[in-house]
């Protein structure tokens, strides 16, 4: 796949467990977080975002908390899913126009 | 409402040589942004356009370079490709700023 070689940090859950993958972001005056979850052979797909003025947002299965004194970005999925297998990002921004930094990534891999 | 289109998905191309990808947004999104995705870098920001303007430029040669036309569609290119090029090329689009939406991708690989 993609990451293949980046030797992305790795978390195993089982299948009906919540997953917490964590994110420390660079920039403090980044204002805008973004979630993305990349399964093998296609493009990011957005999960869930939060601005600055937040430290929770919560959709449907999902929840960001961000800490921005520690600058810290956490996304929990509640009764994790064989289809939740995949690369999540975490992406910062300054103020939405700019270029979008993403972190390293991390694979989630569900135990049946 | 049809996502982010990309052509080609993949391409295999000699190094010294130039290559031209395509990116459709979704209708309505102005704004088109470009990627580049490897093993050791992770995803990186190329550049961003909107309204035909490029607005943000990420840290890349001037060998890479794109456009967007009129109807939001937008191209980009690389010249003299080298062999650390090879690359999934992504493209996302947005309305004005926020959450993009990203295509499959464009697999480059340089030979």
């Known amino acids: 796949g993609e990451n293949v070689g980046l030797h992305l940090p790795t978390l195993s859950v089982q299948e009906g467990d919540n997953s917490i993958i964590n994110c420390a972001y660079s920039?403090?005056?980044?204002?805008?977080f973004i979630w993305y979850k990349q399964e093998s052979g296609k493009g990011p797909q957005f999960i869930i975002d939060?601005?600055?003025?937040?430290d929770k947002r919560q959709g449907q299965r999902v929840t960001v908390l961000l800490n921005k004194t520690v600058k810290h970005l956490s996304l929990q999925i509640a009764a994790t899913q064989p289809g939740d297998s995949a690369v999540y990002f975490c992406?910062?921004?300054?103020?939405?126009?700019?270029?979008?930094?993403f972190g390293k990534g991390t694979h989630l891999i569900i135990q049946p | 409402k049809a996502g982010v289109t990309q052509t080609p998905r993949y391409l295999i191309k000699t190094r010294g040589q130039q290559v031209t990808l395509s990116c459709s947004p979704i209708?309505?999104?102005?704004?088109v942004s470009w990627y580049q995705q490897t093993p050791g870098q992770g995803l990186q920001f190329l550049f961003e356009?909107?309204?035909?303007?490029?607005?943000n430029k990420g840290n890349f040669p001037g060998r890479f370079s794109g456009r967007q036309f009129s109807n939001s569609r937008s191209e980009m290119n690389v010249s003299t490709l080298e062999l650390g090029d090879s690359a999934l090329y992504l493209c996302?689009?947005?309305?004005?700023?926020?959450?993009?939406?990203f295509g499959s991708g464009t697999r480059l690989t340089v030979v």
């Open positions: 996302a689009s947005s309305l004005n700023a926020g959450a993009r939406a």
């Open positions: 920039n403090s005056a980044s204002d805008y």
């Open positions: 939060i601005r600055s003025n937040m």
């Open positions: 992406a910062e921004n300054i103020g939405g126009a700019d270029g979008l930094t």
């Open positions: 209708s309505g999104h102005r704004s």
């Open positions: 356009y909107f309204s035909e303007t490029q607005r």
